[in-house]
């Protein structure tokens, strides 16, 4: 079932202070080479790097209007622990990190230094990240907000969806990348509450293919393929929630996989014709939308670019495989 467009649109009025209304942005030349016209809605070009800010302002300000909100608490590595120590830090409220001890150091900094999070170190293991974090609300009496398995955050990564929609109008199809499935269950309820005949699509590497395999074999998949993940969209290795996946099922009309050469082509070919700097998991989008995968009749396709936060050291390599 779809979140409904009514609290979506309430979420765009907590936000608008702190996110952008990110750039809709073309290219010909990326055109020429789909044979369709595509419009690419900037996330990359968000705070924090990312569209994570949007569901995390959303959390805090509605779990501050609902009463007392002495801190929040998450784990994570990536986008989301920025997003929420920048919330945290915008809104007034202590945020309360668990990372792992392996995290890249440049995000660690981030977090604490930047945004003045509190930042806890765990191993890097699923359970002792949850075990950690548990451990923690308890000892600041904060609030968990997951990175994706929050309705509160859902409903804020909507946001883009729905601006995309009114800044650009008659797509035929809009290309979602998926990982945890906040961003994809947010944004599709949008795009599908604004225009009903639009078709969305999740993108996802085959190398961490569970959201796939779920949508197609009808049970949502609770553990990777042996081997698995193993892709370069390091934001795209989760497994989607109950929640998120209901979503899936609901609102895609078809989940599309794509190669780490077609990732790393992707990769290339933004930052060679549109200059634009975007990390692995907003290039799994742009590969679907350049794959003979998408159905022909769309010519009118949307693709949000969801994260620029890339380690530029290991750029050569990314760009590198493509020629594998």
Do not use: W
């Not at 929420?84 to 995290?103: D, F, S, T």
């Not at 078809?254 to 549109?274: D, P, Y």
């Amino acid at each position: 079932m779809a979140i409904p467009l009514k609290d979506i649109e309430a979420a765009c009025e907590r936000v608008k202070d702190v996110a952008h209304m990110t750039p809709v942005m073309t290219c010909k030349a990326i055109d020429d080479v789909a044979g369709r016209e595509i419009f690419f809605k900037c996330e990359h070009l968000q705070k924090v790097g990312a569209f994570k800010i949007r569901g995390a302002v959303n959390a805090v300000t509605r779990l501050q209007a609902e009463g007392s909100l002495p801190a929040v608490v998450t784990h994570s590595s990536g986008n989301h622990a920025q997003a929420l120590a920048l919330a945290g830090k915008m809104r007034g409220v202590e945020a309360h990190i668990i990372m792992p001890k392996n995290a890249p150091k440049v995000k660690v900094d981030a977090v604490r230094d930047t945004y003045k999070a509190n930042v806890y170190f765990s191993e890097p293991t699923q359970a002792d990240r949850e075990a950690t974090a548990n451990r923690v609300a308890r000892e600041t009496n904060g609030v968990m907000i997951h990175p994706y398995d929050h309705p509160y955050v859902q409903e804020g990564q909507g946001t883009a969806g729905y601006e995309f929609m009114k800044q650009v109008e008659g797509l035929d199809a809009v290309v979602l990348a998926i990982g945890g499935g906040g961003m994809f269950y947010g944004m599709a309820s949008a795009i599908k509450g604004l225009s009903p005949t639009t078709k969305v699509y999740a993108a996802e590497p085959e190398k961490a293919d569970d959201a796939y395999r779920g949508y197609t074999e009808g049970n949502r998949v609770v553990k990777h393929s042996p081997g698995q993940p193993a892709t370069m969209a390091d934001g795209l290795l989760t497994l989607l929630s109950p929640s998120t996946y209901q979503g899936l099922k609901a609102l895609a009309d078809g989940v599309i996989t794509v190669s780490e050469q077609e990732i790393s082509a992707a990769l290339r070919i933004v930052m060679e014709r549109m200059k634009q700097v975007i990390e692995p998991s907003a290039a799994v989008a742009v590969a679907a939308a350049l794959s003979p995968k998408l159905p022909k009749e769309h010519k009118r396709v949307g693709v949000v670019l969801c994260g620029g936060n890339i380690d530029l050291d290991n750029l050569p390599s990314l760009l590198a495989v493509a020629k594998m």
